[in-house]
C-alpha cells in the first residue's frame, strides 16, 4: 500500500483502513497479533506517533485489544465489525455520491443499476 499524503484523508486513518483491509483478507486472524506502531512506521516510512493513532482508532472500534506488554491482536469481532462499519459508512457514502452523479447526468436508476451489473461482471472476470 502506498500513503496518499497529498490528499484529505490523514495518513493514520490510512493506516487503520489498511489494517482493516489485512483483517478483511484474513491476513490477520482472531487473537493474532498485529503490526507495532515502531513496525507500521518502517513499513510506511512515517512518524511511530502517527502509526500509534492508527492502531488507537481500532482499539476504540474493538477491532484490536491490547495485551499489556505484548502488543495489539485482533478481536473475535473484526471481521463483523469492520465489515458493518464499511457498509454502514463507505458504502453508503459512495452509493450517495453515485446516485447524486447520475441524477446530474440524467442517467435513469436502470441504466445505472446496468452499469453496476456490467461492471460487476468485469470484476468478477465474468
Given at each position: 500500500?502506498?500513503?496518499?499524503?497529498?490528499?484529505?484523508?490523514?495518513?493514520?486513518?490510512?493506516?487503520?483502513?489498511?489494517?482493516?483491509?489485512?483483517?478483511?483478507?484474513?491476513?490477520?486472524?482472531?487473537?493474532?497479533?498485529?503490526?507495532?506502531?515502531?513496525?507500521?512506521?518502517?513499513?510506511?516510512?512515517?512518524?511511530?506517533?502517527?502509526?500509534?493513532?492508527?492502531?488507537?482508532?481500532?482499539?476504540?472500534?474493538?477491532?484490536?485489544?491490547?495485551?499489556?506488554?505484548?502488543?495489539?491482536?485482533?478481536?473475535e469481532a473484526a471481521q463483523a465489525i469492520i465489515l458493518t462499519k464499511r457498509?454502514?459508512?463507505?458504502?453508503?457514502?459512495?452509493?450517495?455520491?453515485?446516485?447524486?452523479?447520475?441524477?446530474?447526468?440524467?442517467?435513469?436508476?436502470?441504466?445505472?443499476?446496468?452499469?453496476?451489473?456490467?461492471?460487476?461482471?468485469?470484476?468478477?472476470?465474468?
Amino acid at each position: 500500500m502506498i500513503l496518499n499524503t497529498d490528499g484529505t484523508k490523514p495518513i493514520y486513518v490510512q493506516i487503520a483502513e489498511w489494517l482493516e483491509t489485512e483483517i478483511l483478507n484474513g491476513n490477520f486472524l482472531q487473537d493474532q497479533k498485529v503490526y507495532s506502531q515502531y513496525q507500521l512506521a518502517e513499513i510506511f516510512n512515517i512518524n511511530p506517533a502517527t502509526a500509534a493513532k492508527g492502531l488507537t482508532l481500532l482499539v476504540e472500534d474493538d477491532v484490536l485489544y491490547k495485551k499489556r506488554g505484548l502488543g495489539m491482536f485482533v478481536t473475535e469481532a473484526a471481521q463483523a465489525i469492520i465489515l458493518t462499519k464499511r457498509r454502514e459508512h463507505t458504502l453508503k457514502r459512495l452509493v450517495t455520491e453515485l446516485v447524486s452523479e447520475a441524477e446530474q447526468l440524467n442517467v435513469g436508476m436502470d441504466e445505472l443499476l446496468e452499469m453496476v451489473r456490467k461492471e460487476s461482471k468485469q470484476s468478477k472476470g465474468e
